[in-house]
């Protein structure tokens, strides 16, 4: 840790920090004068029937309404406080109070989304929605993350003033320095104290108000307060950042919102699989990424050798900056946009087949490939099919996350003349509506509601299923595929751009969120996340110099392959990586995909061959082991997959898929303690894994522990997908062709028809709000 408190030197540096500078005098003075506004009012957690807590939490109680079950205040959220009662809102020091000694940490929170989490207008209208089709008790679904000073307050009860000042700073400093207790549920899964800014010497939180210079009399005891070692970890931010929907919210079933947390832990960036398709040499969690250590410009004490951890929580919301005109911000997240998320790589050409969406009418068509170390010759007029390699490489997670319809990031893919003159696009934005190209290629998941429209508004409560999901996880690759017929004539170079873009909202939603009127649309910025080109000529295309590849040829075939993959296209997969181990045959990992890919396409002997070539070159790869475990399986070899899939445990004990199918083949061998084991060790990363229920429901039966075993039955019933959802996407993608091409994972844009009569697919809605 890089904890410094309590030296002397370092408390010098502080008070000299507060004494430093002419704005903090300024706010000291008032301090002096109006002592009362700015000390905080810490109280002692453990309550006792007598203290002020009790008092408050009993006189709310008096009216709480308790709608699905009693005593239990927050539901549908997950979030709780320390004695289960609630607590008064003036216990809650302000982000001003904290910030008159914390003054960079104040501005940079400022311009947060954290801090601006309850008072944006597409926010505050999206919850209105649902206070006035349900109710505000409905409402704390969303506010255990949006507004928790309002939740613990007991202030979303019927009848209770609207707007209230804490309002204004949504997720502040002192909820989340306040978080006593987390775990990975989500949905608001964390415990909130009462506010203390200062432990007495045995380590209580002090209950009388406290003045600054006692603060800085005992700084290792204002830290001890504010600050505990599991804030630096994910799980911390999991308890916000993943998410369901319980059926108290939608009277439906329980549905998984948001992943962040899950997908984080399964991405390269934990360090917690072995499965990803490249490793990271360090761990980073989503305070490395998300709070990276930045110099100062205003004071702050509780700066470490001049660095801070980010209070920006930079990330892609672009309209929060650019509503509230925080320019610093704007600009911030940009950078952190455009920071080498993407990999785009225009890696080859289709020939020989029109238009044809079925790869095995195309194994025929000639694949040129990789573009710029190949030469080749195109005929004038002729069908190309242009294969856009689009990797995930920056994000720990998702691009974008499930349940997020109404973010928009897609593919701008242009074919350019030598002047600049546009010849085809597929990705633009309509100049008049605002709205993007239906047949655009976007990472997104389109969400059907109970009434069979998109879920447009992000009534998530409405939700009944995702009619497709083409976002991209972390460290995979997406194949994206344009076809066009190259001019006839030799009109020189021809360019070819693919840009991926993204702004925050479609424009349905902000002009939902922003209340617009007919006919008006708010403009957004679009932010140009990544980009590549490439030339190409009617006649000869030579190769390009070696030195202008900006990553190695074998690296291209693996994402090539990994595209492929993803795009269920095994037999091409298996060429792709064959060519990885061709250019590289020390890669341990070429093998390994390429069993992944016959695994898929039952060659398991083609795979077990390819594993133990994988096995020769890297004996301990849990990775070549844990696939391996898959074959002997298979094959019926049940000792030997329980041995390689332990080893691969014992390497990566927090591996939830080696959890599984180790907890799976010694189900397979009736050895159902040691595969509850398993399933428990599932369930103690995701409490929610879906598998682990209906497993766990099983073995419990097994083992004679029946009240378990109902348990796990009901939740796994209430949380399996419903077989009667599938009809609303289905009926939804009936009416709007031009999306239904994206649902299957192979499918090509055709730059040659984007003819004019695209229906609309902006989301047909129930709240007669769409314009
Ligand atoms: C009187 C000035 C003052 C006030 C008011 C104050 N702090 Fe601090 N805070 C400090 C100083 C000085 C340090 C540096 C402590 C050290 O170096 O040991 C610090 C350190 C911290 C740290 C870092 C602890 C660590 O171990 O890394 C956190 C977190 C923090 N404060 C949060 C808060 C919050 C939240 C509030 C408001 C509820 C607050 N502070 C109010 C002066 C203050
Ligand atoms: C588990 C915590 C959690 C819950 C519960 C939750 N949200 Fe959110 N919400 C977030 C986070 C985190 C973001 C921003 C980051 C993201 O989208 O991943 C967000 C973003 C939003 C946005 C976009 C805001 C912006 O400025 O971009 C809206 C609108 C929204 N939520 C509405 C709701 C509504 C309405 C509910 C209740 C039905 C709800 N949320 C429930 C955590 C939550
Ligand atoms: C969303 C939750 C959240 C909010 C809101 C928040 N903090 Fe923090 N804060 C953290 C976490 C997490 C860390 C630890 C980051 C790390 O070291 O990786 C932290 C660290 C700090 C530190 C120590 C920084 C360092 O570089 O070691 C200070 C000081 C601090 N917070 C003060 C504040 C103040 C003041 C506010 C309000 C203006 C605030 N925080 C709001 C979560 C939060
Ligand atoms: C108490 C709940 C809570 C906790 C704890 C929390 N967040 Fe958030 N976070 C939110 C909400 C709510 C939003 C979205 C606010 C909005 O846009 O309206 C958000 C937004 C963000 C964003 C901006 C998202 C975007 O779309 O640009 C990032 C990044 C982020 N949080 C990271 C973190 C990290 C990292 C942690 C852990 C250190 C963390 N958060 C802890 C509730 C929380
Ligand atoms: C390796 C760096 C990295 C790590 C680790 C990481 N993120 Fe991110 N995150 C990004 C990047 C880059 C973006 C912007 C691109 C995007 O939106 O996908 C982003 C975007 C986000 C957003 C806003 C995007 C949205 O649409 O909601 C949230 C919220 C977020 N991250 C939360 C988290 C949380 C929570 C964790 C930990 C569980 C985490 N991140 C781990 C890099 C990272």
């Not at 390699?389 to 499930?402: D, F, L, R, T, Y």
């Not at 709205?435 to 976007?442: K, T, W």
């Not at 190769?543 to 994402?559: S, Y």
């Not at 959890?659 to 995701?686: C, K, M, P, S, W």
Request: hydrophobic share 35%.
């Amino acid at each position: 840790m890089r904890h410094v408190n309590g030296t002397p030197g370092n408390k010098r540096l502080s008070l000299q920090l507060l004494l430093g500078s002419g704005a903090l005098i300024l706010v000291g003075a008032t301090m002096l004068f109006q002592p009362s506004a700015l000390i905080a009012r810490g109280q002692n957690p453990n309550t006792h029937q007598s203290t002020p807590r009790h008092k408050y939490s009993e006189h709310i109680a008096l009216t709480y309404s308790e709608p699905f079950a009693k005593g239990a205040h927050f539901l549908p959220s997950n979030l709780e406080t320390d004695t289960g009662e609630f607590i008064d809102p003036a216990s809650f020091p302000t982000a001003r109070y904290c910030g008159h000694c914390h003054q960079e940490a104040h501005r940079q929170w400022r311009e947060s989304a954290h801090a601006n989490s309850n008072r944006a207008p597409w926010y505050l209208r999206n919850v209105e929605l649902l206070k006035q089709e349900k109710g505000v008790e409905f409402t704390r679904h969303c506010e255990g993350c949006h507004d928790p000073v309002a939740m613990v307050a007991g202030a979303l009860n019927p009848g209770v003033n609207n707007r209230r000042s804490f309002d204004e700073d949504g997720v502040t400093c002192s909820v989340c320095h306040s978080v006593q207790k987390v775990d990975t549920r989500g949905t608001g899964s964390y415990v909130l104290g009462v506010p203390a800014v200062l432990l007495d010497e045995k380590g209580a939180p002090i209950q009388r108000p406290v003045s600054d210079a006692e603060i800085l009399a005992h700084l290792d005891r204002h830290s001890a307060a504010v600050m505990k070692p599991f804030y630096k970890t994910s799980e911390y931010c999991s308890v916000c950042h993943k998410a369901a929907l319980p059926r108290q919210l939608n009277g439906y079933k329980w549905q998984r919102a948001i992943s962040l947390y899950d997908e984080w832990q399964a991405s390269a960036f934990a360090g917690e699989s072995p499965l990803p398709f490249y490793q990271k040499p360090q761990v980073s969690t989503c305070q490395t990424c998300h709070m990276q250590d930045e110099p100062l410009g205003l004071p702050e004490p509780g700066a470490k050798h001049g660095q801070f951890a980010s209070h920006r929580w930079l990330g892609a919301n672009t309209v929060i900056p650019a509503y509230y005109h925080y320019d610093e911000q704007m600009k911030r997240v940009v950078e952190f946009l455009k920071n080498d998320v993407f990999g785009i790589d225009i890696f080859a050409l289709e020939r020989g087949a029109e238009h044809s969406q079925d790869r095995s009418a195309e194994t025929a068509a000639e694949i040129v490939a990789p573009l710029g170390r190949v030469a080749y010759a195109v005929t004038p007029g002729e069908v190309l099919t242009v294969d856009v390699v689009i990797q995930n490489k920056g994000a720990a997670h998702s691009h974008v996350p499930e349940q997020r319809d109404m973010y928009q990031s897609w593919v701008d893919f242009t074919v350019q003349d030598q002047a600049g003159k546009v010849l085809k696009e597929s990705g633009s934005i309509s100049p008049e509506s605002g709205a993007l190209d239906p047949r655009a290629h976007s990472f997104t998941n389109r969400l059907i509601n109970i009434y069979g429209g998109l879920n447009g508004e992000h009534q998530v409560w409405s939700s009944r299923v995702v009619a497709y999901n083409n976002t991209i996880q972390s460290g995979r690759s997406q194949l994206v595929r344009y076809s066009f017929h190259m001019p006839a004539k030799a009109i020189g170079l021809i360019r070819l751009t693919a840009t991926v873009k993204y702004r925050r909202f479609n424009q349905h939603f902000i002009d939902f969120g922003m209340n617009m009127r007919p006919g008006k649309h708010y403009e957004e910025t679009v932010v140009a996340m990544a980009s590549a080109s490439m030339t190409i000529v009617n006649g000869n295309n030579e190769p390009l110099p070696p030195a202008t590849e900006a990553i190695d040829t074998w690296r291209r075939w693996n994402n090539y392959g990994v595209a492929l993959l993803d795009a269920r296209q095994y037999d091409a997969a298996v060429d792709a990586f064959a060519q990885v181990v061709s250019l590289r045959p020390d890669y341990a990992d070429g093998y390994i995909n390429r069993a992944i890919a016959e695994i898929q396409w039952q060659r398991f002997d083609d795979a077990g061959t390819d594993l133990a070539k994988a096995v020769a070159i890297a004996p301990d790869n849990a990775r070549a082991l844990y696939y391996r475990a898959m074959v002997e399986r298979t094959a019926g070899n049940l000792e030997a997959a329980v041995a390689d899939l332990q080893a691969v445990v014992a390497a990566y004990p927090r591996s939830r898929d080696a959890h599984h199918e180790l907890g799976f083949t010694f189900y397979q061998q009736h050895n159902y303690a040691a595969a509850r084991a398993e399933y428990e060790a599932v369930q103690a990363i995701d409490p929610d894994d879906l598998a682990a229920h209906y497993n766990l429901a099983i073995l419990y039966r097994r083992l004679g522990l029946k009240d378990q075993a109902e348990h796990e039955a009901a939740v796994f019933n209430d949380q399996k997908d419903d077989p009667n959802a599938a009809p609303y996407a289905l009926a939804y993608l009936r009416k709007h062709p031009e999306v239904a091409n994206e649902t299957s994972s192979w499918h090509t844009h055709d730059l040659d028809n984007t003819s004019d009569e695209i229906t609309d697919a902006l989301p047909t809605s129930f709240t007669g709000t769409q314009q």
